[in-house]
């Protein structure tokens, strides 16, 4: 298989980067495009890329925020055949508290209902495609989570902590094992891959790409996270969006080369 990154933070090989994440992902027969940043920008690197959306089979989306899910609408545009595929739980109701106020940061009002013929919404563990598979994630104590990050969910009675129930990891089976995308990890990468080996019992995780949310984490939480990933046997992990430089400097430091620094452009082969 073969992953392009189309969006990171981070730009390189002339391609600017942005605050998200955008994969095109191709294997066997099929192509795969995993969210779409904040803007039409990872439209504008696929063509750099000389990869044509028109030709993905599928769509994802990781979760329901902005900086993954508003560049969707660019990606209709250009592509008339591919069916988006997210959590049923998602919403347009994501909220970040910011100095106790509530900044809106979900999917652009309106997306969910203009588009809703070009969608299918997952309601858990669904395989897409031979060897390709939808993930959802259940972590203990993710509304903690939620709370930690100031992360809410408007509801009909109120202000809840994001469960991140909308979250779900993109699998797929290869030769040397499985690879896991999941673009920001709210559950925890080290949480996410030990789900994902007890639906798959016995087989090895060759890799884990995408975001780990440590841009806002402390060094001494890194490390231990750190270890904790290195606990699950995972073999590579490619990561940067919400990992953050600090974050992925410590991460390198304590696991070495099997870390790898996402940023537009990039192609992994796997």
């Known amino acids: ?9 981070i730009g390189n090989k002339g391609l600017p980067g942005e605050w998200g994440l955008s994969f095109y992902i191709e294997y066997k027969e099929k192509k795969i495009l995993l ?7 990872f439209a504008e690197n696929a063509k750099k890329l ?5 030709d993905v089979d599928y769509a994802v989306l990781s979760h329901a925020h902005y900086d993954h899910a508003d560049g969707m609408p660019v990606f209709f545009e250009q592509n ?13 109701n994501c909220y970040d508290r910011k100095e106790g106020h509530m900044k809106y940061i979900g999917i652009k009002s309106g997306f969910l209902e203009k588009f809703k013929d070009r969608i299918i919404r997952v309601p858990g563990d669904l395989k897409i495609s031979g060897g390709v598979w939808l993930i959802s994630h259940s972590a203990e104590n993710m509304k903690k989570a939620g709370e930690r990050e100031h992360m809410y969910l408007k509801e009909e009675n109120g202000w809840a ?9 993109l699998v797929f089976e290869t030769e040397s094992g499985l690879v896991i995308f999941n673009s920001c990890s709210h559950g925890g990468a080290d949480n996410i891959i030990n789900e994902v080996s007890a639906v798959f019992p016995g087989r090895q995780i060759c890799a884990m790409a ?22 699950t046997g995972v073999e590579k ?9 600090e ?6 430091d304590v696991l070495g080369d099997r870390t790898h620094q996402l940023e537009a452009g990039l192609e992994i082969v796997l």
């Open 80 to 92: 008339s055949k591919a069916k988006l595929y997210l959590k049923e739980s998602c919403g347009e």
């Open 237 to 245: 992990i490619y990561t940067g969006h919400c990992t953050g430089e």
């Open 161 to 169: 902590p994001d469960c991140f129930a909308h979250e779900q990891s």
């Open 35 to 41: 969210d779409a940043g904040q803007t039409g920008l």
């Open 50 to 54: 000389s990869l044509d959306l028109a």
């Open 1 to 9: 298989m073969r992953a392009s990154v189309l969006v990171d933070n």
């Open 210 to 231: 995408g975001g780990f949310h440590l841009y806002n984490k402390s060094e001494e939480y890194v490390r231990s996270f750190a270890e904790k990933v290195r606990a």
């Open 247 to 252: 974050g992925y400097r410590i991460l390198h």
